[in-house]
Each structure stands twice: as C-alpha cells, then as structure tokens.
C-alpha cells in the first residue's frame, strides 16, 4: 500500500483520539529505528515525547522483538488461568525488583485498566467506598479511571460515579500563596487534604491514587514530604495508597519507580507503558503482601479475557531484562542533566517560558504571556487562536516530534537517547521558542 492510500484510510475508516476527525491528516510511517521514525519520502522524525511516553526503549530493540517471535513459535495465547512462563517470569521479575512489602501482581492490557482494578482491589479489601484523585491528574478514559482523572478529560464521563472526590495537587508554581520552603507547602497541602479526608468520612475512604510524578498535566514533581504525608495519612485512617507509575515508571525518572525517589512505598502501584514499551499492550498492578493476602481466601472479583497475555508478558521479560542489562538509568541520568541543563537555560532566555520542570527524561516547559504574573499563554481549557497548535507544527517542520497539554510542552524522549541527540533535538525548540517570544 502506497503512503497516500494508507492515509486516505486512515481518515475515511478510523475514529482517532482526542482529535476533531476533520481537522486530522496524520504522517503515514514507514519504518522506526531507536529514536527516530520515518515516513514513505524518507523523511526523518525525533520523537522527543516518546510517542505516549511509553516507547522507553525506542524503536527495534532486536532482544523485545526477539522475545515476542520466540513466544508465539511456543504459543500466542493461553487463558490467565492456566501457568505460563513468560507470565509467571515477568510477575516474579516485577516482584524482586520492588520493596519486600509487595507481594502479587495482577495483569491487565493498559494503565487505565491497570487503575480500574487497583481502585476494586482497594474497595474489596477495606469495605469501603469513597476514592481520592487529583484535579490535575490523567488515570486514563475508561469509565472509572476516566472519574478519578481530573483535567477536561473526564467531562464526557460525567456525571460522575459517586463516591470519587477530587482535591488539589502541590501545584506551587501557580499557587496564589508564597511559601517560604517545599517544607511549608507540603504542611499546607497536607492540612487540606486532611481536612477534605474528615468531612467525607474517615472510615468511608478506600483509597487515594496519585500520580507519582504528575504526568501530561505538567510533570508535577511533589514537594519534600509530601508523598511520605500522604503516606502518614493512610496508615492513621486505615485508607490503601496507589501510586499510578503508568507514566513515570520504569526508569523515566532515573529510578526503576518514581516513589523511589520521595521516600515512601505505597500499597499499589499501577504500571503499563514502559513495561513493554509500546511494542504490544500490557499494564498491571502490583499489590502488597498485606493485600495479596487478604485474597487467598476471599474472592478476587478482577478478570480480563487477556490479563498476562502470554505474548505481551514475553516483551516486558525482554524489556524489564534490557532495562538492567544495557544500564539504561546510568543513562537517563546523564542524558538527563544534559536536558535540564538545556530547559534551565531556555527558562532563563525565552521570556515565553515561565517554569521548567524535570527529573531524569521526564519534562515538561510552561509557556506564559507574562514571567512576572504567570499569566499562562493559553487559559485552562481554552486556546480558541490554536496557539499551542501552531507552536507543534513549527516544531513538526523541524521534525521534532511531541505534544502538548494546555500551556505546556512535554518532552520526554526515550530513554535510549544519547547526550549529543538531545542537544541536537532541543535546539530545535530552542528555536521555534525565540519564534513564540515575538507572539508576547
């Protein structure tokens, strides 16, 4: 099939997401290799987001691709009732490199299912109803991961389910109120989120998920203390805490799991993404031995017909085994100073930057009209001049490729980028930022 005939296709046959159909003419791609994709004339992209920001070890890697053919030369599918070795590989593998106090993993085909499973799990095992999320937060679009999303993505699910209650994130850099340390902010934080757990019933809360890391909503990082807090709170009102690692897991931080890097373990994490790195869908949440427990002898009311398909669990043996064996966090950190040393200047240069967020290959540049009253450069939920539109197709002639969310630029390319990439691919924005310094 020729480019033009797949495009066409494309447009006349497939619903794509989060996208007006009309407006949509997508790059037909050819072929992919390490951090780059290509389309039909040859033409070469830098995919500096990652795709979703789950292709962690860019495209054809030889050891996943390998693992996937070797597996269905043995079998492509067996019901998740039945033992399998790259299942039960991959559960011990995920197992033995998380804290002693996890147990079990449950498998699932994606994040979103990955939370809507955790948020049962932790219904099940307190008896209880009511889950905490956060406004600035992305869990998925399925239904009930779609209700503890908090951003614009979850009004088309709405009315909401009862019981999902919604609060603030440490969000300082647009927080009206000036502290005088992370320290304060998190207290402050912490108090609310305190005060919010009262009213709706100490005993009537199951769980709070965060992101470790906010994600697509601005690469959050949390203040000192305050996932630890988050901790405390749990363990005084008997309350199961998740942390979704969907996005930031597996290295993107630098650590194997973000909340590694904040002194805390939690009692669920949902992964995906990374753990198969997009070469074919597989999530899951692993529970602690507490939880796991509670199981063995009360009913688990969780199935997916492909919960620990065998195909995709031989992928992220593959991929969970590369990530140690070719020392990708050694070079996460070290081709992640470079970047935040890349985006630190770019705040200091561009008035059109107002914050630069970033820990290991996870990043994300707030774009603003104004440095002084971080008036942002679009309004939440409202860019009617396509401002942030415009500045991703200067950066797609450039071939740089990523996306946006509201008034921020993500870049978190995969995590096999070298040093000297990174240089030659944020000069690029560096570039098309001197051209959105003359719209303010």
């Known amino acids: ?25 997508p790059i037909p791609i050819e072929r992919a290799e390490g951090i780059y994709f290509y389309d039909y004339d040859g033409n070469r992209y830098s995919d500096m987001s990652s795709q979703q920001v789950n292709v962690n070890l860019g495209y054809g890697n030889k050891e996943i691709d390998d693992a996937m053919k070797a597996q269905m030369d043995k079998l492509s599918y067996i019901g998740p009732s039945y033992a399998v070795e790259s299942r039960s590989t991959l559960a011990k593998m995920i197992i033995d490199r998380l804290p002693d106090s996890f147990g079990k993993v449950f498998f699932t085909n994606a994040g979103a299912d990955a939370n809507e499973n955790a948020l049962k799990i932790a219904r099940m095992y307190t008896g209880r109803k009511k889950i905490f999320s956060r406004y600035r937060s992305y869990h998925g679009s399925s239904f009930g991961a779609g209700n503890i999303t908090g951003e614009p993505r979850r009004y088309p699910l709405e009315p909401a389910i009862p019981g999902f209650i919604h609060f603030f994130d440490p969000y300082i850099y647009r927080e009206p109120i000036e502290f005088k340390s992370e320290e304060e902010a998190t207290n402050y934080y912490l108090a609310k989120l305190r005060e919010q757990i009262i009213y709706e019933g100490r005993d009537q809360v199951a769980a709070i998920i965060v992101e470790t890391i906010t994600g697509s909503n601005g690469v959050i990082i949390p203040p000192k203390g305050y996932l630890p807090g988050i901790r405390k709170l749990c363990d005084e009102y008997g309350i199961v805490m998740i942390c979704d690692e969907v996005m930031a897991g597996w290295f993107r931080t630098g650590k194997r799991f973000a909340f590694e890097n904040f002194d805390v373990v939690p009692d669920i994490i949902t992964f995906a993404k990374g753990v198969t790195c997009g070469y074919i869908q597989l999530g899951g949440c692993a529970v602690s031995k507490k939880i796991a427990s509670y199981f063995d002898h009360n ?3 969780c199935g997916l017909t492909y919960s620990g398909h065998p195909l995709a669990c031989a992928a992220g043996v593959a991929s969970v085994g590369y990530y140690d064996k070719a020392g990708i966090a050694d070079n996460v950190l070290k081709s992640g100073a470079v970047l935040a040393q890349i985006e630190d200047e770019m705040k200091e240069k561009h008035p059109c930057v107002g914050d630069a967020r970033h820990i290991g290959l996870f990043s994300a540049l707030e774009l603003v009209k104004d440095k002084k009253t971080k008036e942002p450069l679009v309004a939440f939920g409202m860019d009617p001049e396509g401002a942030m539109g415009k500045i991703i197709g200067l950066l797609k002639e450039r071939k740089f490729m990523t996306y946006s969310h509201e008034n921020l630029i993500m870049v978190s390319p995969p995590l096999v980028i070298t040093e000297d990439q990174v240089k030659e691919e944020m000069a690029k924005l560096d570039e098309v930022l001197s051209i959105v310094d003359t719209w303010i």
């Open 1 to 25: 099939m020729d480019a033009k005939t797949i495009v066409e296709y494309q447009k006349k046959y497939v619903l794509q997401s989060w996208a007006k159909q009309a407006d949509i003419n």
């Open 299 to 301: 009913f688990l009311s």
